[in-house]
């Protein structure tokens, strides 16, 4: 973990001036930026791995990217969700290289977006290793985007240019994801009433 000498020094920067600073050489700019994100981008990758291990790998890649990349960075948008982007693209990487299955869900028809359900699906989950479970049973284009909506709060179309789908692909992944949850859980309720 940082010093909080870095947060002392640059937590009230923002992080166009902390990226100026870093690009002209700054490491102590470096390391406020990579404090700022560093925990959201860590259970980001923890949710979508569900390794602790497999997040810290992704979490450096990640970050490494971002280093080496931090020039291209425009500033036309928001940085977390340019930042979240590369870390979606580390985790697809991360699957690939893992051989995982991906599952196309681009022909589901799209829902009413009032976020209702994923709220009384959600509701009943014990604890956070519990949605880690039910999301790592999900296609990992359907965990970017429930990951990226309900934890990071972006919203669909900047979840859509992220990923670079259309917002109504990204609302149809995530009420697919939903109602995927919806089943594990009412299927894992069932299961302990019979035991």
Request: with cysteine; glycine share 6%.
């Amino acid at each position: 973990m940082l010093s909080n000498a870095f947060s002392k020094t640059f937590g009230k920067a923002t992080d166009e001036q902390l990226i100026h600073k870093a690009l002209a050489g700054s490491e102590r700019a470096w390391f406020g930026l990579v404090k700022r994100y560093e925990k959201r981008l860590y259970n980001y990758s923890l949710r979508m791995t569900g390794s602790p291990d497999d997040a810290m790998d992704v979490l450096q890649d990640v970050l490494m990217s971002v280093y080496r990349n931090l020039a291209s960075y425009r500033g036309d948008g928001v940085f977390a969700a340019w930042l979240f982007r590369i870390a979606s693209f580390r985790c697809t990487d991360f699957f690939r290289r893992r051989n995982r299955q991906f599952t196309n869900t681009d022909d589901v028809d799209v829902l009413d977006d009032s976020g209702a359900d994923f709220a009384d699906t959600v509701d009943h989950i014990d604890s956070n290793k519990g949605l880690t479970k039910m999301m790592s049973l999900l296609p990992t284009e359907q965990k970017h985007v429930v990951e990226l909506k309900f934890f990071q709060h972006f919203t669909f179309d900047e979840i859509a240019g992220q990923l670079g789908i259309s917002s109504n692909t990204a609302k149809s992944r995530l009420y697919a994801a939903l109602k995927k949850m919806r089943q594990q859980k009412e299927t894992m309720m069932m299961l302990k009433e019979g035991a």
